[in-house]
């Protein structure tokens, strides 16, 4: 039976982290990509392929088949790590009906419209909106980018989060 060790958002997927770090921490045999686009890159899937270590199974696919993979579970297949690019997926997931308690937040890269909430995490409105939903439903959702550093409650960091200030705009007071 699949038993999923961790679900983990971060929009580099696989890397030295994923690979050195977690794998390792976690003894998993898998690494599911939970990705709708993705599946449809197959030059992309070959370089994730690469850089999983050997004997590890990548696989990729599309929410609703990881959905579908995650909850019935079928087959003999060890400890899954689910990596995914947003959020967003990890509660289409769980509107999905994927059973998992927690969400790490690894990397998600600065960008324009996004506000940095932790060193290497940065998020939209969307995102942060995807972020809290997810707590909302009572899943504990964490910022760790390796085993050996302490998680933080994304809880900490959400009130606390605002948008840099643009050049030339007028800020309103906090008065």
């Known amino acids: 039976m699949t038993q999923i060790a961790l679900v983990r958002v971060d929009d580099r997927l696989i890397h030295g982290q994923v690979v050195v770090k977690w794998l390792r921490h976690l003894n998993c045999s898998d690494i599911l990509i939970v990705d709708d686009a993705l599946v449809r890159d197959e030059f992309m899937q070959s370089v994730l392929h690469m850089a999983a270590p050997p004997g590890v199974r990548v696989r990729v696919m599309t929410v609703e088949d990881a959905a579908r993979e995650l909850r019935l579970s079928h087959g003999d297949h060890g400890r899954v790590l689910v990596l995914l690019r947003t959020p967003e997926r990890a509660l289409e997931l769980l509107d999905h009906g994927v059973p998992f308690l927690s969400l790490n937040v690894g990397g998600?890269?600065?960008?324009?419209?996004?506000?940095?909430?932790?060193?290497?995490?940065s998020a939209t409105p969307e995102q942060v909106a995807a972020?809290?939903?997810?707590?909302?439903?009572?899943?504990?959702?964490?910022?760790q980018m390796v085993p050996e550093e302490r998680p933080i409650d994304i809880s900490e960091l959400l009130p606390a989060a605002e948008p840099a200030p643009r050049e030339g705009v007028c800020q309103p007071s906090k008065s």
Not at 133 to 140: D, E
């Open 108 to 121: 998600m890269a600065a960008a324009l419209g996004t506000t940095r909430l932790f060193r290497s995490v």
């Open 131 to 143: 972020l809290a939903a997810i707590q909302r439903r009572g899943l504990k959702v964490y910022l």
